[in-house]
């Protein structure tokens, strides 16, 4: 069975740092893209950055030279590293991947930009 589990969300500063955690179990990690997904307050999910297993990235446009996405397919967890922080990055953030055609979530993990 497919577990995504998010840790490292939280409430921090607008020009600060976040990095975010996605702890993968149930299925061949190394195997699969795995993304990352925020949803804020009344807006549409969005996809944030992607990994491919071969370690191809995309990042949407207005996160490009702010957050990084990286794997660790020892520990089968990948990261959002968030830099420079602004308030319209606050979000839930999800990590999910795909495995013949079923898309798997996590819960969500809370993170907001705020003085």
């Known amino acids: 069975q497919v577990q995504l589990v998010e840790s490292g969300g939280g409430l921090v500063q607008p020009g600060g740092s976040l990095r975010l955690s996605c702890a993968a179990s149930?299925?061949?990690?190394?195997?699969?893209?795995m993304s990352w997904y925020r949803q804020a307050p009344g807006k549409e999910r969005e996809l944030v950055a992607y990994?491919?297993?071969?370690?191809?990235?995309k990042y949407v446009d207005s996160v490009k030279g702010r957050f990084t996405i990286s794997r660790d397919n020892v520990k089968s967890t990948v990261y959002l590293q968030m830099n420079s922080l602004k308030p319209e990055d606050t979000a839930v953030y999800s990590c999910?991947?795909?495995?013949?055609?079923?898309?798997?979530w996590g819960q969500g993990t809370q993170v907001t930009v705020s003085s």
């Open positions: 999910s991947t795909t495995i013949t055609g079923n898309r798997s």
């Open positions: 990994i491919t297993s071969a370690g191809n990235i």
């Open positions: 149930g299925f061949a990690f190394r195997s699969y893209t």
